[in-house]
T-cell receptor
Framework: GNSVTQMEGPVTLSEEAFLTINCTYTATGYPSLFWYVQYPGEGLQLLLKATKADDKGSNKGFEATYRKETTSFHLEKGSVQVSDSAVYFCALHHGSGNTGKLIFGQGTTLQVKP | EAGVTQFPSHSVIEKGQTVTLRCDPI?????LYWYRRVMGKEIKFLLHFVKESKQDESGMPNNRFLAERTGGTYSTLKVQPAELEDSGVYFC?????????FGPGTRLTVT
């Protein structure tokens, strides 16, 4: 079945460090891929998405490229800030058309220290 | 425009009791989803409504869980009787198209 695997956390970085959070998936076909973020005390927010192979999603300095050959969608940011401290979830869309469930990874907690 | 809201934000109940969680989707969104995150693990799908109909309830763990969506507006998720393993954060999401918008979640603790 479809599944998503994320790197174990927590990840602790100093401000301005480079961030990579690994995400790999198993799926039939070519699902759309997402990164969601949950800031402390808030709900999940869509951070970025990619709907087909080789697409690059980007937002707020974060980027992720849909790699079909390695079934990966790693999240990167060149210089993290304290305000990026949150839990990050990789997900794939399972379904046809515009509806259908999301399948999530286990989440990776990022803590950025000043 | 108001986002997805959930009530309560926290609930602490004893094993064997009943709890009802509520979700109010974004106005006009036909699709409503329930998800659950248990013990810091992955967020798991529970079920999907299209308007008032259950489109997919393959993720519902057992018959102690009952979800309804009266009139295709808000939805409730009732757990009866609650067990210790039901503890976790319950998220609701709604969509009209591709992107799902999530609520802040209800943290349920069963003691």
């Amino acid at each position: 079945g479809n599944s998503v695997t994320q790197m174990e956390g927590p990840v602790t970085l100093s401000e301005e460090a480079f961030l990579t959070i690994n995400c790999t998936y198993t799926a039939t076909g070519y699902p759309s891929l997402f990164w969601y973020v949950q800031y402390p005390g808030e709900g999940l927010q869509l951070l970025l998405k990619a709907t087909k192979a080789d697409d690059k999603g980007s937002n707020k300095g974060f980027e992720a490229t849909y790699r079909k050959e390695t079934t990966s969608f790693h999240l990167e940011k060149g210089s993290v800030q304290v305000s990026d401290s949150a839990v990050y979830f990789c997900a794939l869309h399972h379904g046809s058309g515009n509806t259908g469930k999301l399948i999530f990874g286990q989440g990776t907690t990022l803590q950025v220290k000043p | 425009e108001a986002g997805v809201t959930q009530f309560p934000s926290h609930s602490v109940i004893e094993k064997g009791q009943t709890v009802t969680l509520r979700c109010d989707p974004i106005s006009g969104h036909d699709n409503l989803y329930w998800y659950r995150r248990v013990m810091g693990k992955e967020i798991k799908f529970l079920l999907h409504f299209v308007k008032e109909s259950k489109q997919d309830e393959s993720g519902m763990p057992n018959n102690r869980f009952l979800a309804e969506r009266t009139g295709g507006t808000y939805s409730t998720l009732k757990v009866q009787p609650a067990e210790l393993e039901d503890s976790g954060v319950y998220f609701c999401a709604s969509s009209q198209g591709f992107e799902q918008y999530f609520g802040p979640g209800t943290r349920l603790t069963v003691t």
